[in-house]
Nanobody, 116 residues
Framework: VQLLASGGGLVQPGGSLRLSCVVS????????MTWYRQAPGKQREVVPS???????DYADSVKVRFTISKDNTKKTVYLQMNSLKPEDTAVYFC???????????WGQGTQVTVSS
C-alpha cells in the first residue's frame, strides 16, 4: 500500500486547508485511516481517524474545526481543516492500517504552516 499526501501550504490564522491522501496498491475500505501531525520538537500525535466502516474520532484540539472524510471510489481520504491556528503548524502524515494482517503504511507528509 502506498500513500500520497498533498494539500499543505501556508495559510493565515483563521484560514482553511484541505489535505488529501491517495491510497494505491490497496483497497481503501479495508483500511483504517488516520491523520497524524508532528510539530518541530514534539511527538507525533493523532489528529483524526476514520475506520474502514466510517466511524470517526478526533483529538480534542481539533474537534469542530477539522473533518475527516473518505471517498472509497477515488481511494482518497480528506482532512478539511478550518479555523486554523498557529499551533496547527506541523507536518501532516496519513497512515493506513489494515486490520486483517496488521499492515501499517505511511505517506510522505505534507507541511502545514499557519502564520500571519
Amino acid at each position: 500500500v502506498q500513500l500520497l499526501a498533498s494539500g499543505g501550504g501556508l495559510v493565515q490564522p483563521g484560514g482553511s486547508l484541505r489535505l488529501s491522501c491517495v491510497v494505491s496498491g490497496g483497497i481503501l475500505n479495508f483500511n483504517d485511516m488516520t491523520w497524524y501531525r508532528q510539530a518541530p520538537g514534539k511527538q507525533r500525535e493523532v489528529v483524526p481517524s476514520i475506520t474502514s466502516g466510517g466511524r470517526t474520532d478526533y483529538a480534542d484540539s481539533v474537534k469542530v474545526r477539522f473533518t475527516i472524510s473518505k471517498d472509497n471510489t477515488k481511494k482518497t481520504v480528506y482532512l478539511q481543516m478550518n479555523s486554523l491556528k498557529p499551533e496547527d503548524t506541523a507536518v501532516y502524515f496519513c497512515n493506513a492500517y489494515r486490520q486483517i494482517d496488521g499492515l501499517s503504511s505511511w505517506g510522505q507528509g505534507t507541511q502545514v504552516t499557519v502564520s500571519s
